[in-house]
């Protein structure tokens, strides 16, 4: 049982999945231990000189990563596919603590923080590769927090040393770039910001997802900074996270109608994370002179979907054998489609509107009573277009 599981802890090495898997199927050890010293720290002692930062944190999808409930029911599925090695998968990024403690089970209050202070705050050094969490997380002094500023004052509540990882979109690529065993890119955020006018221009994954403002990183703090970053890590399901992300315009041309579709924010292609999880989806409604709806299409869906080793289409991301589809909306070039009028039609009207769970899957995790709140499609632009 999952409960049982506990693999034997690592040290100064970067997080290895074969590894673990292979140590899985050998000698296991008990379940967690005490808590010491020098145990990993919660994040509500964090907050007793970061509160702001914590309070920002505890409510963004880093401190929902693990007890997030459509996570949970993908890794439940993940798991029944195939087996124990996938959890060690999903749980290098979801509850990195638990797996660079081997511990399967996450039943430490600690690594049900998901990616929490601590961990964040004890990785030493980032591996921009396309290998599965490529950290390197450092347990031997979780009281050392590495962090951005080279004059950090945390006076006696811990020690700190600066690492200009942290002031990079690389030490996101751990998490946000990464193959499979057969090689499919199944993470592919961080190389399409690398690619972007975005990150030649200087602005890092931490621009837009942490944005930085004037203040203090603690309210003990003598140091007024001109840059605190924000830990409310900005997206799709924080409040305002797809304001103004891209743009939608129509016209008539050579008897078509010409959609144009424009991503004005993103440093990535959208939709970005979550591959064959989330779509965007272009859709017409073809409208009679007095408002009556003569039909409704969909255009196109941009997104990228896999396939498993039989051909079937779309599956999540632990089944991908192949890609299927990719068919991003770029960062810095706009997407055109040429729809054929509809007879008798007087005016067409355009949505595009964000998918945060595939319909596919929506329906199957609704059907099992999942929590999908704030899950709902979120319409990101519309337009209106009169017709000859």
């Known amino acids: 049982m999952i409960a049982a599981l506990r693999l034997a802890p690592r040290t100064r090495e970067p997080l290895a999945i074969a590894a673990a898997s292979v140590a899985l199927l050998g000698s296991l050890a008990g379940g967690p231990g005490t808590a010491t010293a020098a145990s990993p720290r919660p ?25 997030n409930p ?56 980032v591996e921009v590769s396309d290998r599965p969490a490529s950290y390197t997380h450092d347990p031997s002094n979780p009281n050392l927090m590495r962090g951005p500023y080279k004059d950090s004052d945390p006076g006696s509540a811990h020690e700190f040393e600066f690492n200009e990882t942290f002031t990079k979109g690389d030490f996101c690529s751990a998490c946000h770039w990464a193959k499979n065993e057969k090689g499919v890119e199944i993470e592919g955020t961080y190389p399409l910001w690398k690619a972007s006018k975005a990150s030649a221009a200087g602005k890092q994954c931490q621009t837009c997802h942490m944005p930085p403002a004037p203040g203090k990183a603690s309210p003990l703090s003598k140091k007024q900074r001109d840059a605190v970053y924000a830990h409310s890590f900005l997206g799709p399901r924080v409040p305002g996270g797809l304001d103004s992300l891209v743009t939608l315009s129509g016209e008539v041309t050579s008897g078509k109608l010409k959609l144009t579709v424009l991503n004005t924010r993103a440093g990535h292609a959208l939709p970005g994370g979550g591959r064959s999880l989330r779509s965007i989806t272009l859709e017409v409604s073809w409208l009679d002179a007095a408002g009556k709806e003569l039909s409704r ?63 596919a899957y929506r329906t199957a995790l609704a059907a099992r ?19 000859p």
Request: aromatic residues 6%; charged residues 20%.
């Open 43 to 67: 994040s509500k002692i964090c907050a007793a000189c970061h509160g702001p930062i914590q309070k920002a944190w505890s409510a963004s999808v880093k401190a929902k990563s693990w007890t």
């Open 369 to 387: 009573q999942v929590d999908l709140t704030g899950r709902d499609p979120v319409l990101l632009a519309k337009t209106s277009v009169t017709l």
């Open 297 to 359: 299409a969909t255009v196109d869906s941009y997104g990228t979907e896999f396939a498993d080793s039989t051909g079937k289409s779309p599956v999540p991301k632990w089944l991908a054998a192949s890609v299927k589809r990719a068919n991003e909306i770029p960062a810095d070039s706009p997407v055109v489609e040429l729809v054929d009028l509809v007879p008798g039609a007087k005016r067409a009207e355009a949505t595009l509107t964000y998918q945060p769970i595939l319909p």
């Open 70 to 125: 459509v996570f949970q029911a993908f890794l439940a599925d993940a798991q029944a596919a195939r087996g124990d090695k996938i959890r060690m998968v999903c749980l290098s990024c979801h509850a990195p603590q638990a797996a660079v403690g081997g511990n399967l089970a996450v039943d430490d209050p600690v690594e049900q923080e998901g990616v929490t202070c601590n961990f964040c705050h004890n990785v030493s050094a």
